[in-house]
T-cell receptor, first 115, second 117 residues
Framework: AQTVTQSQPEMSVQEAETVTLSCTYD???????LFWYKQPPSRQMILVIR??????QNATENRFSVNFQKAAKSFSLKISDSQLGDTAMYFC????????????FGQGTELSVKP | DTGVSQDPRHKITKRGQNVTFRCDPI?????LYWYRQTLGQGPEFLTY????????KSRLLSDRFSAERPKGSFSTLEIQRTEQGDSAMYLC???????????????FGEGSRLTVL
């Protein structure tokens, strides 16, 4: 069974600074996706960034980028130039591309961006 | 609005009562998922459908829980004889599964918050 672990329950960062959220996962599969989802307070979860396991190049989306270390089963999210609107719960998630389609989530990291 | 919608957004019930939640996915999406999220935790998978077929059900889901998607469009999640431990946010998500390996992300609704007194 796949597991996803986020070891940082809470983090804070000053506006305009950079922050990195950590995630590790465990799987025996080779064909999978990894995701970071953002859940603002009292709002729906939205996708931040996606990484396909067979791609060596790290995904980037504007101010968001990942450091994907497949051998180490590590998948961290870097947020550059943090903005107040980045305040949210961030969830790392795993998806087996072949067998499933369901997401397996980590416990989440609550990020606070301070002015 | 063409996103995933859930109803009701909030439900307060007494222990032992039955409750039903409805989810309307994005119209062209053939997959629909239910998750449960307790405060401060990540969502836990409950079950998912492809069209009207229920393809997987979590072992976390007791016999008091049942989900349906009778016409492959909207879905309902019913909880019978509710217990205080059922208090949580119930999230619905949808995605499009085409031929071959999965490529699509899951789109989430805002959730239905259940409080069992």
């Amino acid at each position: 069974a796949q597991t996803v672990t986020q070891s940082q329950p809470e983090m804070s960062v000053q506006e305009a600074e950079t922050v990195t959220l950590s995630c590790t996962y465990d799987t025996s599969e080779s064909n999978y996706y990894l995701f970071w989802y953002k859940q603002p307070p009292s709002r729906q979860m939205i996708l931040v960034i996606r990484q396909e396991a067979y791609k060596q190049q790290n995904a980037t989306e504007n101010r968001f980028s990942v450091n994907f270390q497949k051998a180490a089963k590590s998948f961290s999210l870097k947020i550059s130039d943090s903005q107040l609107g980045d305040t949210a719960m961030y969830f790392c998630a795993f998806m087996d591309r072949v067998q499933g389609g369901k997401l397996i989530f980590g416990q989440g990291t609550e990020l606070s961006v301070k002015p | 609005d063409t996103g995933v919608s859930q109803d009701p957004r909030h439900k307060i019930t007494k222990r032992g009562q039955n409750v039903t939640f409805r989810c309307d996915p994005i119209s062209e999406h053939n997959r629909l998922y239910w998750y449960r999220q307790t405060l401060g935790q990540g969502p836990e998978f409950l079950t998912y459908f492809q069209n009207e077929a229920q393809l997987e059900k979590s072992r976390l889901l007791s016999d008091r829980f049942s989900a349906e998607r009778p016409k492959g469009s909207f879905s309902t999640l019913e909880i019978q004889r509710t217990e205080q431990g059922d208090s949580a946010m119930y999230l619905c998500a949808s995605s499009l599964k085409e031929q071959g390996p999965l490529t699509g992300e899951l789109f989430f609704g805002e959730g239905s918050r259940l409080t069992v007194l």
